[in-house]
């Protein structure tokens, strides 16, 4: 609706209002000229049948003049009384109507969306300008009142053609630029649905869904990936987002997979080369955990497990942990399962165990020997730490990732280099 047409319905709706305010009015004022006259009508009957009554002998004519006489004060008094009524009715109805327009703007302006109405408009007029902006590569200069200005006006231009798929993907990538993620992948989600076959729609997807770290929207990320990665295998930015949403997801195998694809066309020293290289010794890490670890409790099962401080010494570095659990935790063990021990880098964000030992479930407490002989990298061993934070897990199936329900309990300290510290852990924190 343009102005025009706005300002038209008002003066309309106005011009109504002032209509039903006068209406009453109108109509009594032509009540009264009724009456005026159906009592003149009245008189004039009234006079005949006094004739008729002096003709006929019923009365003399000296009370007929007095009858006559009587229905001239009468007819006049009235008309008096309703010109004096109907002449002072002007003012409370010009006052009464005055009132009326001026409380209805007052109550109009307190209510109306003018602001909003303006900054829609004006964000329409600039469109051109902010989108040239965009185009000639100078949208950095864009500010946050441009972008949401130029947001409205893409909505305003969507209304007016919804099947658009390139102002909804406009639209979305405006929306993550503010940070409002769902509102943007339902944006961009309309613009593949509406060109299911554009590819630039399709990356605009995954990217915007890796963005929100959501596990859901991570894993919907990878599967748009590999739809877009069967038909152009060798496309490189393709495999290296996929390297990154794999690596979020700990998924190795793809990991591995398209970071080497990649990782020798990345400039030495890249951000993003080092945390796939470290998320992909990380994962590895943990895969050898559970291969060695369970040809250890094969060993124990055949009778031919070597004791924990075999071939041990006294410059070794290390911890003897004694691993109890609390009365809460030992109600909640399951029957059967590992005992998973573990030392990590207190010190960093690596979260790469230095040194694991996983044996069967046992009673508590139980002693468990851990120093460099049971690291699973040889260059990154408890010798390479100054602090560690010591964790005992127990878990039903023996994997070292995190499930629900599994309990755990941790103990921060010093390495001792070349000595081997005896350390108290409580198992008593259950993992949701």
Known sequence: MSWTEFYIVVSGLITLVLMLLAFPW????????ADNLSNTQIVKQRLQELEREVQEGLITEHDMRVAVDELKVALVDESSFESTRTGTAGLPLLVGGLVAVVAGVVVYASVNQFSQVQRASDAIEALPELSAKLASGNGSNLGPEDVASLALAIRQRLREAPEDDTGWLYLGRLMLSL???????????????????????????????????????????????????????????????????SAQLGDLENLTRYYGQV????????????????????????????????????????GTQAPANEK???????????????????????????????????????????AVVKIPLQDFPVTIALDTDNAMMPQYTLDSLSKVTLTARVSA???????????????????????????????EKELL
């Open 397 to 427: 199936d023996g994997d070292v990732s995190v499930s629900p329900g599994e309990w755990e309990g941790s103990q921060v300290t010093e390495v001792a280099p070349q000595n081997v510290k005896d350390i108290n852990v409580m198992i």
């Open 179 to 245: 940070g409002q993620e769902v509102q943007a992948i339902e944006a961009i989600d309309k613009a593949v649905a509406l060109k299911p076959g554009n590819t630039s729609h399709q990356i605009t997807l995954a990217q915007a869904l890796m963005t929100t770290g959501d596990v859901n929207n991570l894993n919907r990320a990878q599967g748009v990936l590999k739809g877009l990665l069967r038909s152009t295998p060798e496309n490189d930015n393709l495999a290296l987002m996929m390297a990154v949403v």
């Open 26 to 33: 109108l109509r009594r004022k032509n009540h009264a000229k």
């Open 312 to 354: 041990r010494t006294s410059t070794k570095t290390g911890f003897n942990i004694t691993v109890n659990v609390s009365d809460e935790a030992r109600s909640a063990l399951p029957q059967s399962g590992f005992l998973i021990v573990f030392a990590q880098d207190a010190t960093s964000e690596n979260r790469m165990p230095a």
């Open 263 to 302: 990782k020798d066309k990345l400039p030495a020293g890249n951000d993003i080369g080092q945390r796939l290289a470290m998320r992909e010794q990380e994962l590895q890490a943990q895969e050898g955990l559970v291969l060695v670890q369970d040809s250890s409790a094969k060993d124990e099962s055949s």
